[in-house]
């Protein structure tokens, strides 16, 4: 089988990791980098050695590729995807597919009219754990699943040093899409309506102007109902970059996952660490674990012609949650979730 010819475009914190996937993945070869920050390119092609550019349609036009992998910021993911759309190429799209409903039903218009398929990257799915309580969730012995919690937060660190573009985001997008995709995993169904409250002020106060914290409760078909909190907020001090953890009570059984401590704890004179071990190691110099699967899923389901593990509708069902999350925290009321018809 030919090696399948991708290009990367956004090389910021996480698009290395997709650099360091292709770079490794035995069926995979990367061809090209675009980043519009050209010391970043130079960067890039002085360490991976690969033609990079500072323009999406140039690379497009200039390069022989199969499939485009965007890492850019979450509110500038469409104008890559539709252009790697536009140009015929398959494309993975980091998480949230959007940060509008508009923005992700354009982009899933715009796949089907050219016949090509989007993968979104919601890798928590990948996690053993999850993969577990999905598992467990499919024997009969759990259940109906009655009522669920699950957090997930970040350091303040997060939104105000390593993401530049955090005003134009929120914990619900960032963090909390992870969480709405993973209770749509477990449910195997949508979710009909919301209510959610929030705070706002402290990240302002000191300048990136988007909520510090959103609790949602979202209501699903199978009439499961789940609480889901995201914060941007956590002491830098904390023993991880985020904190994680859900339980899930069932007719028989109750499921619990602790995300933040993976078994493994380092101290210094400061600070313990607790590290997600599982996400993404350098195993001698070669990337693994349930961060890189996603990006060699990816390769081996074009490949094979096998379907994608998380698609354009779980992409545009996040944001759909993620959006009325938003309109609820902002307004105090309930809001159903529209889809189009
Ligand atoms: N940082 C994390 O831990 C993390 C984890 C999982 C997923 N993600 C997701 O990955 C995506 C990227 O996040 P990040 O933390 O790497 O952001 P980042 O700001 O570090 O990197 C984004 C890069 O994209 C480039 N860029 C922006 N618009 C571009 C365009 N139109 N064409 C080419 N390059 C462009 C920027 O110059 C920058 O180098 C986000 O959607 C984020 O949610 C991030």
Not at 94 to 106: F, I, Q, R
Not at 137 to 142: A, D, K, Y
């Given at each position: 089988m030919e090696k399948l010819k991708v290009a990367v475009v956004g090389a910021g914190i996480y698009g290395r990791n997709h650099l360091n996937a292709y770079t490794w993945n035995p069926n995979s070869d990367l061809v090209a980098v675009c980043d519009m920050n050209k010391n970043i390119t130079d960067e890039v092609s002085r360490e991976y050695g690969v033609k990079t550019y500072n323009d999406i349609e140039e690379m497009l036009n200039n390069e022989d590729i199969d499939a485009v992998s965007v890492a850019t910021p979450d509110p500038y993911h469409k104008e890559p995807v539709l252009a790697a759309i536009r140009h015929g190429k398959?494309?993975?799209?980091?998480?949230?597919?959007?940060?509008?409903?508009?923005?992700?039903?354009?982009?899933?218009?715009?796949?089907?009219?050219a016949g090509v398929r989007v993968m979104v990257d919601y890798h928590k799915r990948w996690d053993p754990a999850s993969i577990a309580v999905k598992n467990k969730?499919?024997?009969?012995?759990?259940?109906?699943?009655?009522?669920?919690?699950?957090?997930?937060?970040?350091?303040?660190?997060?939104?105000?040093?390593?993401?530049?573009?955090?005003?134009?985001?929120?914990?619900?997008?960032?963090?909390?899409?992870?969480?709405?995709?993973?209770?749509?995993?477990?449910?195997?169904?949508?979710?009909?309506?919301?209510?959610?409250?929030?705070?706002?002020g402290i990240l302002q106060s000191k300048g990136v102007d988007t909520w510090d914290t959103i609790t949602a409760i979202l209501e699903f078909e199978n009439g499961c109902t789940w609480t889901v909190e995201n914060a941007w907020i956590l002491p830098n001090g904390f023993a991880k970059a985020d904190d994680g953890c859900s339980e899930i009570l069932c007719e028989n059984e109750m499921i619990r996952v602790d995300s933040q401590k993976r078994g493994v704890e380092f101290f210094d004179s400061n600070k313990l660490s607790t590290p997600n071990v599982c996400f993404i190691q350098n195993a001698n110099g070669r990337p693994t674990g349930f961060g890189i699967d996603p990006l060699n899923d990816f390769v081996y389901c074009i490949q094979n012609k096998k379907p994608f593990f998380a698609n354009l509708k779980d992409g545009l069902e996040a944001e759909l949650i993620a959006e009325a999350v938003h309109k609820s925290a902002e307004t105090h009321q309930v809001v159903k979730i529209e889809r189009r018809k």
């Open positions: 398959d494309v993975l799209v980091e998480k949230p597919l959007a940060t509008s409903s508009k923005d992700a039903y354009e982009i899933i218009d715009a796949a089907e009219k969730l499919q024997e009969e012995t759990t259940g109906k699943p009655i009522r669920g919690y699950m957090r997930m937060d970040n350091i303040y660190d997060v939104a105000l040093n390593w993401l530049k573009w955090s005003a134009n985001s929120s914990p619900v997008h960032f963090v909390g899409t992870h969480c709405y995709d993973l209770i749509r995993f477990y449910m195997g169904c949508e979710v009909t309506q919301v209510y959610a409250v929030g705070h706002k």
